[in-house]
């Protein structure tokens, strides 16, 4: 029996989503789009999750798009990449960067063209010692997508963008954490186990001020000074009007640990 290419876990507030094509090292078709998409929809409906953590099945995390969904036979019209884009890619990234809550990455293994751009868009992304991420397009002479020409200047500085763009090289786990464009590198045995930890961490955090501090955070990149503190203004007003804060400040002043619901 054919497994679904996306495997959707929920327990205790944390979202577990494996992409699950490993003979095809997770590289993405149009099925595992929409399943994906559908997955996303459930944990933005599910009031109780708290927390998103992506991850791969098999050997890699994820190849980026499968070639072999593509026809480009010299005997038959080239396929129009621009709406896969704009049908597929796009509106995944907007999702992932648009959920109110945490979004965590293991990357397992390999993270290449979009699965490298998908790994590094998440909040927070943690990677196996023998992972890699690689920026494969100019090697098919395309141009990197699912946001990549945008990601790759603010986690890595715009002259390792241009080389890993333009060069297409492999870069390690441990040299993707010391040019600052993941969170932290482990040991592969320790990934999950890391990985889980920060998101059951996160299952029991002030979800909407969390969600708050994202969208202050993606607005720094295009706002000015004076926008970004009123942003801030703004912002905080909402998050004082949380059950959260209420629940954060009586903890304070009662000295314990506080009960936060992600109200």
């Known amino acids: 029996m054919t497994q679904p290419s996306i495997l959707l ?24 789009h929409e399943r994906m998409r559908d997955a996303i929809s459930t944990v933005r409906k599910d009031e109780a999750v708290r927390v998103l953590v992506i991850t791969g099945s098999g050997r890699g995390f994820c ?28 509106p995944l990234m907007r999702s992932l960067r648009d959920l109110p809550m945490p ?29 890699s991420f690689v920026q494969a397009f100019c090697k098919l002479g395309l141009v990197p997508d699912s946001g990549g020409t945008w990601t790759l200047p603010r986690v890595a500085g715009m002259a390792r963008a241009k080389g ?3 060069l297409g090289d492999k ?7 010391s040019w600052g464009m993941i969170w932290r590198c482990v040991d ?7 990985t889980m930890k920060l998101a059951r961490h ?13 969208r202050a955070l ?19 007003r909402m998050a004082g009007q949380t059950e959260d804060y209420r629940e954060g400040v009586a903890a304070f002043m009662e000295k314990r640990t506080p009960n936060f619901k992600g109200k």
């Open 103 to 131: 979004v965590l990455c293991a990357v397992n293994g390999v993270a290449a063209g979009a699965g490298a751009n998908i790994a590094l868009s998440c909040d927070i992304t943690l990677a196996a010692r023998s992972a």
């Open 218 to 236: 993606h607005a720094s990149a295009s706002n000015t000074f004076e926008e970004q503190i009123n942003l801030e203004r703004d912002l905080q």
């Open 164 to 166: 890993m763009a333009l």
């Open 188 to 194: 592969n045995e320790q990934l999950m186990e890391e």
């Open 202 to 214: 996160f299952a029991t955090q002030p979800t909407k001020g969390l969600a708050l501090i994202k």
């Open 63 to 90: 190849a980026g798009q499968d070639l072999s969904d593509r026809s480009v036979s010299p005997d038959q019209e080239m396929p129009d990449l621009g709406a896969s884009l704009e049908n597929y890619y796009n």
């Open 9 to 32: 876990e929920i327990d205790q507030g944390v979202a577990l989503l494996t992409l699950n094509r490993p003979d095809n090292l997770n590289s993405f078709n149009v099925e595992m």
């Open 171 to 177: 870069i390690g786990a441990e040299q993707a954490e």
